[in-house]
């Protein structure tokens, strides 16, 4: 056991401590576990919002991009900030539909709204199908930061191990509690450690920030600009487009939004949370640094530029914390991550399934589905797997297809139905998982596109496709729709319709 | 004031429709390069600009009125 070892190990038991006492005194309901009964207050939602931004992407994957793919990597910033920007007009209204309908999580949302059963199932499923991939990532992070920083005295796999148990006792007993005490630690942690190294790294090795920028340009410039072909502006365009739509389209950011205590809390956290994401700046800097500093570093092993960089500089002391602040980037989002995927499918599936089951009963549920959803997720991260690897790419691409249903649902008169919302799901899904089996880009069936055209992401083509059948299919079963409304009010006895006419 | 909300659209050109413009090195701002500097500039004004609708955003006051 060495120095870093026992701080990372005092840092994950302090966060299981507190984890677990978070609920004390409360009594967890379904409510309380799955939103924390809509209580939070601007704090505490800003910490679980910014939880997602700050994820073990900021340990790896921020300065990775940057070390490996340059200037593309600032798609991840300018995603997230306009992704709040958007948040400032479009969550309180979710929240208050929310509110008045007393849901609790993506499908229910969907379900409600659209008056489709079948509707909640199908955003239950992409919802589990787009996390469950991510909480791999979580935990199979969590590993490899932990056994870099312990100078590999500890293997990734048993990391990953324990920090899925750690995660998963404090979800099971606290709930959404749990993740908001623990998103505290952590996000203190990971300002200090972040700003720490992306100052003293640039200043140590180069002298500054500028100095840094111009040693890349001297030895890469193609680093410092999007490229003509590839990573090239329209593919920075449409993914940030995509990204900015589908973030709160996450089953987990979605959640956290309806934690919040009132649509004020949520419009403050949007004014700052684009400040907050500057943060991954830092991070960038410590990838260019590592670009001149520790160049050879192939395909996914520029993911480890910082702990290498980190770990050539610094005393093993720091290490440790360093090690420690990766670990809980890792627990936080995972603890909310599967919240809210067991109680998507809680709420979307089994509810309707079993319309009377007890409240207890589905908390039961939700808790049991937490274990089986993080083995799952453990195995893979684990024995590695290339189905899961490709459906992470594919999650936001998946879950954004989501975007029309809700866009749509805040328009007066509304202007899709439940056939269109589905078939726009389904049809844009189909295209997604062609397109990538196959690896087929645009130029496969029209080999005279331009480029620009051609490095278009393929989710925001689905997207659009999407759109486009979901108003055409809505607009040839408007008839169908009414007809049915009629038949149904018809159905009714007098007394109601009475009601009706009353209302009208 | 009810339109205020519109000037959400606002971030949304400056970090993607003026992009094309931005994409180069030079000139340093600030010690970043200039793309990169772009982009943090947006963010900052992002916040600001959100920051000015929240205090004319009709919303929150009837959310004080409840």
Known sequence: MNTSLIIIFAFALFALYLGIRSSRGKDINLDEFAVGNKGFGTLFVFLLIAGEVYTTFTFLGGSGWAYSNGAAAFYVPAYICLAYVLSYWLIPKVWRYSKDHHIISQPSYFASFYKSTALGIIVAILGTAALVPYIMIQLKGLGIIVSEASYGAISPAIASTIGAVIVTTYVIISGMHGSAWTAVVKDIMILAVIIFLGLYIPYHYFGGIRPLFEAVQATQPEKLTLADSGFSISWFISTVLLNALGFYLLPNSFSVALTANSEKALRKNAITLPLYTLLLLFAFFIGFAAIVQIPGLQGSEGDLSLLRLSIQTFDPWVIGVVGAAGLLTALVPASVMLNSASIGLTTGIYRVINPNASERKQLLLSKILIVVIVIIALYFAVNGSDALAMLNILSYAIITQLAPGLLFSFSKKPLLNKYGVIAGILAAVAVIFYMSLTGAKIATFFPNVPTFINDISTGMLALILNFIVAICVSLLTKSLVKEKEEEAVLQQSPAQLEETSITK | ?66
């Open chain 2, 1 to 66: 004031m009810k339109y205020i909300k519109l000037l959400l659209i606002i971030p949304f050109i400056g970090m993607i429709v003026c992009l094309p413009m931005v994409n180069r090195i030079e000139p340093y701002v600030f010690g970043l390069p200039f793309l990169l500097f772009w982009i943090v500039f947006w963010m900052i004004l992002s916040s600001v600009i959100m920051a000015i609708i929240y205090r004319f955003d009709p919303d929150n006051k009837e959310g004080e009125a409840e």
